[in-house]
């Protein structure tokens, strides 16, 4: 079956280190992956979108790799700031050509 | 713009009880989504929607029907909450899938069935 697998350990990591974040996936060929960002009784923010010929995409702070190969994507936040803690969802379509499939999300702590 | 607002905010019913959840966008987005949340399990979809008056579904439809009778409302109904329901419901629009997919979502809906 197609799955989607994110980190379920929280990363905890000092402010100004870069912290790594990752998203595999399984018995699919996507052409597109998503990052979003949820905090606590919150509903999730879209950060950034790569396509499958882009090898890498950057924002700001933010970096997100995509191998098609590996089946993997790759979240890198630099020089991270407390303000930064939240819970990283990736997204992906496996099924529709419409809906998005997300992972469970990994959880963020960046202590001062 | 207010974005995507889902009414109500929370919610308790008891087992058998029927209820509607209600999303709205102003962005004139011709996708909505309705997902529900539960610890360890992650977003999950359970109908979406690519146009007024379509409905698809998603990963986890059963117990739930949904309506898109105007494009910027869609409506999520239990028809005999279960148990089983409680989790806390996300409503997401875009303007289209794909490569245009961003989703934005609203703040959420948290429901209790005792």
């Known amino acids: 079956s197609q799955k989607i697998e994110q980190n379920s350990e929280a990363l905890n990591i000092q402010e100004g280190k870069t912290a790594t974040l990752t998203c595999n996936y399984t018995?699919?060929?996507?052409?597109?992956l998503q990052w979003y960002r949820q905090d606590p009784g919150r509903g999730p923010v879209f950060l950034l979108l790569i396509r499958e010929n882009e090898k890498e995409k950057r924002k700001e702070r933010l970096k997100v790799t995509f191998d098609t190969t590996l089946k993997q994507s790759l979240f890198h936040i630099t020089a991270s700031q407390p303000a930064d803690s939240a819970t990283y969802l990736c997204a992906l379509d496996l099924t529709s050509g419409y809906a998005l499939n997300f992972g469970k999300g990994t959880s963020l702590l960046v202590t001062p | 713009n207010a974005g995507v607002t889902q009414t109500p905010k929370f919610r308790v019913l008891k087992t058998g009880q029927s209820m509607t959840l209600l999303c709205a966008q102003d962005?004139?987005?011709?996708?909505m989504y309705w997902y529900r949340q539960d610890p360890g399990m992650g977003l999950r979809l359970i109908h979406y929607?690519?146009?007024?008056?379509?409905?698809a579904k998603g990963e986890v439809p059963d117990g739930y029907n949904v309506s898109r009778l105007k494009k910027q409302n869609f409506l999520l109904g239990l028809e005999s909450a279960a148990p089983s329901q409680t989790s806390v419901y996300f409503c997401?629009?875009?303007?289209?899938?794909?490569?245009?997919?961003?989703?934005?979502f609203g703040p959420g809906t948290r429901l209790t069935v005792l």
């Open positions: 929607s690519v146009g007024e008056g379509t409905t």
């Open positions: 962005m004139n987005h011709e996708y």
């Open positions: 018995n699919y060929s996507p052409a597109y």
């Open positions: 997401a629009s875009s303007l289209a899938g794909g490569l245009s997919g961003e989703q934005f």
